[in-house]
């Protein structure tokens, strides 16, 4: 007889653990399955390793910057293999912690990839073996896409071969205008490395606020970084000294690296779907209801594989809230509205809420705030940079419904601004508070003059 659990996870990634864990706290027994590490996308290949390479990018501005200030910096030198051991060693520690937390929370865990046979039957593709589940929850999470197969496909690389890398390239081209591919291009780039960002669309950052996309396309030029947009990578050929890339213009680029950073898609392919009866919905994402529920009432999905809000701390908020819906008895909603992000690019994004644009689509009357300046310690260090900050205002409730900030620290910065944007303060609240001198983000309380009033037009 096929063993019986009460919840079958399949995926030990960001949602999958929270909810297993959870799950199991409230007396359910859970077997969670992992093809890969235990961990996911995030801790794995994905968040964790990546901010630990944006760290590593940043000394070189650290160590350029020190001369300002009187310091004489011997010449740096960087090493690729120290910091990939280093990081290496780092993410095989969490994925020990992540191990021992289900264990300590008595959730089984198969190394395996799991497939559905039918609605209550998951198959273990490690053993063959089959487990009968009460509750199956789907947390596959998402993988790379690399679009169609172009010419030279083979020496592209995606994210996940990004952090593995045998040596740092000399010349890299990265396509996509993502935050992925931004990031990437940050950590090559202050790592060293000659970068050229390629993307189809007009501006990298596609979805945020226009100004927010030009500053920072104006900061990755003037630190060097080669930005070509309205063009395709079309193939790519190996020739002796590199990989020769061919783009939509017949211009050809020789590098040592090509990466595509070019999306993600959901993983759902072979997982026996339609076996279960599953439905996806119209982008190829497991169609949910509010409580992450499918068409299958007793199958769930939590995270990428639902492409909703694809970031680690909606995966887990929507795994905790699963498991408090069906185990707990107290039916949780995730608001997937309003919520703060940060794309670690040098220098940093930090947005939260409706860009102007959406604003002045949603909304009668919106004022605009906004400010640009240079950043104090650029004063002596003589770095050519600025610090971008706009706050979208609703120009009849004056609630603050926008915020955007190109600059240092700024995921840190808006992870606070989201407390006081979820909690509707007003531009009389941020200006009602006192500013912390001398600091960046002073400047978001201390903007008076509006920079734009948008009113829109009663329909004829
Ligand atoms: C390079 C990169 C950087 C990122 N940076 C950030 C960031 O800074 N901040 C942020 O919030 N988010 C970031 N993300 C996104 C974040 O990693 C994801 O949103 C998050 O991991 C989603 O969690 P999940 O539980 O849905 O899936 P995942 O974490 O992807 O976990 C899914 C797991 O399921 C496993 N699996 C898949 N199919 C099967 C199967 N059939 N059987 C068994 N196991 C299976 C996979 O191996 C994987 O471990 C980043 C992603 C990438 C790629």
């Avoid at 945020?208 to 063009?231: A, C, Q, S, Y």
């Avoid at 004056?398 to 407390?419: F, K, M, N, S, Y």
């Amino acid at each position: 007889m096929a063993e019986e659990v009460d919840l079958f996870v399949i995926g030990a990634g960001s949602g999958g653990v929270r909810a297993a864990r959870i799950s199991s706290g409230y007396g359910a027994r859970v077997m969670v399955a992992e093809e890969y590490r235990v961990g996911g996308t995030c801790v794995i290949r994905g968040c964790v390793p990546k901010k630990l390479l944006v760290y590593a990018s940043r000394f070189a501005d650290e160590f350029e910057d020190a001369a300002g200030f009187g310091w004489t910096v011997p010449e740096p030198k960087f090493d690729w293999a120290t910091l990939i051991a280093n990081k290496d060693k780092e993410i095989a520690r969490l994925e020990a912690a992540y191990t021992a937390n289900l264990d300590r929370a008595k959730v089984k865990i198969v190394k395996s990839r799991a497939t559905l046979l039918d609605a209550h039957t998951v198959k273990l593709a490690a053993t063959g073996e089959t487990i009968r589940a009460k509750h199956i929850l789907i947390a596959t999470g998402g993988a790379p896409s690399m679009g169609k197969d172009i010419e030279g496909h083979e020496h592209v690389i995606s994210s996940n071969e990004a952090f593995h890398l045998k040596e740092l390239p000399k010349r890299i081209l990265i396509q996509g205008g993502g935050y992925i591919a931004v990031e990437f291009a940050g950590i090559f780039n202050g790592l060293g490395s000659e970068v050229t960002l390629v993307y189809r669309g007009d501006n990298i950052l596609r979805g945020f606020d226009d100004d927010v996309r030009n500053h920072l396309r104006m900061e990755l030029e003037k630190r060097g970084i080669k930005v070509i947009t309205k063009k395709i990578v079309e193939g790519v050929e190996k020739v002796d000294h590199g990989l020769c890339v061919g783009l939509s213009d017949h211009e050809n680029i020789v590098v040592d690296k090509v990466m595509f950073a070019t999306g993600r898609r959901p993983n759902v392919h072979g997982l026996g779907l339609e076996a279960a009866g599953v439905k996806l919905g119209p982008t190829g994402a497991i169609a949910v209801n509010e409580y992450s529920q499918t068409n299958v009432p007793h199958i769930y999905a939590v995270g990428d594989v639902t492409d909703r809000v694809a970031l680690t701390p909606v995966a887990i908020r929507e795994g905790h809230a699963f498991a408090d819906t069906v185990f707990g008895k107290k039916p949780v909603l995730v608001d997937h509205t309003n919520v703060p992000t940060a794309v670690f690019s040098e220098p940093e994004v930090g947005v939260i809420g409706l860009t102007e644009a959406q604003a002045c689509e949603k909304l009668a009357k919106v004022d605009i705030y906004k400010t640009s300046f240079r950043p104090m310690k650029a004063t002596l260090s003589g770095r050519d940079t600025r610090v971008f900050m706009k706050l979208v205002v609703d120009g009849i409730t004056d609630r603050v419904v926008g915020a955007h900030i190109v600059g240092p620290d700024a995921g840190e910065i808006i992870q606070l601004i989201g407390i006081a944007v979820r909690m509707k303060a007003t531009k009389a609240d941020f200006d009602a508070t006192m500013a912390v001198h001398p600091t960046a983000s002073e400047e978001l309380v201390t903007m008076r003059e509006k920079s734009a009033t948008h009113v829109r037009q009663a329909a004829e």
